[in-house]
C-alpha cells in the first residue's frame, strides 16, 4: 500500500502509482497490477501509467463517476459487478470472467 507522504512529496494520484510500480520493479505482462479505486482519481492515476482500474462502487464515488472515468468494470457493494457471479471461494469476478482470487500477491515491502 503507498500514499502521499507526510511533506506531500506525491501529490497527486499519478505519483502514488508511480511510487508502488517502482517499490514492485515495474511489473508487466501476466505480473502486470490491478488498480483498484473508488474515486475517478485512482481511475485517472492508473491510466496514467497504463494500468487497468477496477472501481469500488461502495466507496466514496458520486453514481456512474467510476465508469465516466474509464473504469474497467466497478464492483457493488455485494463485492462483485452487478449482473456478474461470486468467483472462486466467493471472490468478485469482473467482466472477463478473471477473479481476484487468481491475482498474484506481492509485498510492497
Known sequence: MVGDT???DRPTK????AEALRR??????ADEPLMVGDRL?????A??????CVGAGWGYAEPGELVAA???TVYDSRGRAPGRPAGPNGC????DGA??????????S
Open 99 to 108: 477473479s481476484a482470487a487468481t491475482l498474484p500477491r506481492q509485498s510492497l
Open 24 to 29: 514492485l520493479g515495474h511489473p508487466s505482462g
Open 41 to 45: 482519481h485512482d481511475v485517472e492515476g
Open 47 to 52: 491510466a496514467e501509467h497504463g494500468l487497468r
Open 70 to 72: 474509464g473504469a474497467d
Open 6 to 8: 507526510r511533506t506531500a
Open 14 to 17: 499519478g505519483a502514488v502509482v
Open 92 to 95: 468478485p469476478t469482473g467482466q
